[in-house]
C-alpha cells in the first residue's frame, strides 16, 4: 500500500524532528505550511517532507486540511491525518496495513489527547484521521470532521486495535480562535447539533456561564441531538455553570439529569460526587462515587475525563470516610487512590496519616 501522510502547520520547529521520526514509516510526507516566520519549514525540507507554502484568509481549519489534502499524491491508497505535536508509537504503519481490508475506506485509533503531569495518561478516545484517498472532505471552520462526498456509500470503518497516536502540544499557543470559529459554524449550520454542543462548550471554558446554558439547552431541544454520551456531557456543562452562578439546587438537578442520560458513564456522577464533597455530603460522596467505580470499562470516545478514571474516586471516598470516623475505610480507600497516583506527595501524606489513625484498618466499604 502507499501510505502518505499529510498535515498544516505554522511556527512549530520544536516539534519537526521528534514528528518527523513518528511519521517516517509512510510513503509520503506532505505538510501545507500556513505562514511560518520560524524555521519549520526549512527544517521540514531537509528531514524529507514536501512542503507548500500558502496562507488560508479567512482562516479556517476545514479550508486548510482541505488543502493540505490536495497535495497528497492521487495514487495514495490511504490518507494519514496528524498535527506536529502528536506522535505515533513505532509500528503504526504494518499494524494500519494489517487492519486495513478491501472495502475500508476509514480507520480509528487510539488517541491519547492529553497527560497528567506526572506523564501518566489523561483524555483518551478513539480517533478516525485516517480515510482513503478519495471521496472524502473536510467540513466546519473548526473542530473539523471529515465528510464522505464519494459515489455510494462510505465502505468500512476499521479499529487499528495497537495503533496508538499521542498529543503533546504546546501549553502556550492561544485558543483564542475558536470561539468565533465556533460560532461561525453554528452561523452556517445551524440544525448541527455536534457543532451546537462545541459552542456551548466553548462558552463554558470562557466563563460566559449563561451563554452556555442558553446554548447546551438549545443543543438538548434539536430532535438530531440523540447520542447519550454527548447529551449527558451537555447537562453536566449546564450543571457546572448554574453551579458557578452559585445556583447549587439547579447544579445537583442536572448533574442527575446526566445520570440518568448516560448512566454508563463515570463523569456524571464524579461531577455529582464532586459537588457534594464541596458541601460536605460525606454520604451523599460516598454513594456517588460508589457508582461511578462500578462503571469499570473505560468508553472510546471524546466523552472521557482523566480524573474520573484516575485516582479522583478513591481520594474522594478516603476525604468521606474520615470525616465519618472510619478511620480504617479511609486508609483502605486513600491506598487505591496512592496505587492510580504513586508521585502524588499529597496522597502518599493522607496514606501516612491514615495509617497512624488506624494501623489495623478492618471494615467493609
Given amino acids: 500500500m502507499y ?5 498544516i502547520c505554522k511556527n512549530e520547529a520544536q516539534f519537526v524532528d521528534r514528528w518527523m ?38 482562516w479556517r481549519f476545514d479550508t486548510a486540511r482541505n488543502r493540505s489534502l490536495e497535495l497528497v ?58 480515510h482513503a484517498r478519495h471521496g472524502y472532505r473536510w467540513v466546519h471552520p473548526v473542530h473539523e470532521v471529515l465528510e464522505w462526498i464519494g459515489q455510494g ?16 502540544p504546546d501549553p502556550s499557543k492561544s485558543r483564542g480562535q475558536y470561539l468565533p470559529l465556533l460560532e461561525l459554524s453554528v452561523k452556517e449550520a445551524p440544525e448541527d447539533d455536534r457543532n451546537v454542543h462545541y459552542l456551548g462548550r466553548e462558552y463554558l471554558y470562557k466563563g ?33 455553570s448554574y453551579a458557578m452562578k452559585g445556583e447549587r439546587r439547579l447544579a445537583r438537578d442536572w448533574y442527575l439529569r446526566a445520570i440518568a442520560q448516560a448512566p454508563h458513564l463515570r463523569e456524571p456522577y464524579m461531577d455529582l460526587a464532586s459537588l457534594l464533597y464541596e458541601e460536605e ?64 506527595q499529597r496522597l502518599q501524606e493522607n496514606v501516612r496519616l491514615l495509617g497512624e489513625l488506624a494501623p489495623n484498618p478492618s471494615g467493609r466499604s
Fill in 153 to 168: 456509500m462510505p465502505g468500512d470503518k476499521v479499529a487499528v486495535e495497537g495503533m496508538q497516536l499521542d498529543h503533546h
Fill in 3 to 7: 501510505i502518505a501522510v499529510y498535515t
Fill in 73 to 130: 499524491d492521487p495514487r495514495a491508497d490511504i490518507c494519514v491525518c496528524t498535527d506536529l505535536d502528536e506522535v505515533f508509537h513505532p509500528g503504526w504503519r504494518t499494524l494500519l496495513e494489517q487492519a486495513w481490508g478491501p472495502n475500508t475506506t476509514q480507520a480509528t485509533y487510539r488517541y491519547t489527547w492529553s497527560f497528567t503531569p506526572d506523564g501518566r495518561e489523561g483524555v483518551v478516545f478513539w480517533y478516525e484521521k485516517i
Fill in 21 to 58: 521520526d513518528s511519521m517516517g514509516e509512510a510513503d509520503e510526507v506532505v505538510v501545507l505550511d500556513t505562514g511560518s516566520t520560524d524555521d519549520t519549514v526549512q527544517r521540514l525540507r531537509a528531514r524529507g517532507a514536501t512542503v507548500v507554502c500558502e496562507q488560508i484568509v479567512p
Fill in 281 to 344: 455530603d460525606w454520604e451523599g460522596v460516598l454513594y456517588f462515587t460508589r457508582c461511578a467505580l462500578q462503571i469499570k470499562d473505560r468508553p472510546r470516545t471524546y466523552i472521557c475525563e482523566a480524573e474520573a478514571w484516575g485516582s479522583l474516586p478513591h481520594d474522594l471516598r478516603a476525604i468521606a470516610y474520615y470525616h465519618t470516623s472510619r478511620s480504617g475505610l479511609a486508609l483502605q480507600e486513600a491506598r487505591e487512590a496512592l496505587k492510580l497516583e504513586p508521585d502524588s
Fill in 208 to 240: 460566559r456561564w449563561d451563554d452556555c446554558i442558553r446554548t447546551l439547552k438549545r443543543h438538548l431541544s434539536m430532535p438530531s441531538a440523540t447520542w447519550a454520551d454527548e447529551r449527558a456531557a451537555s447537562m453536566r456543562y449546564i450543571a457546572k
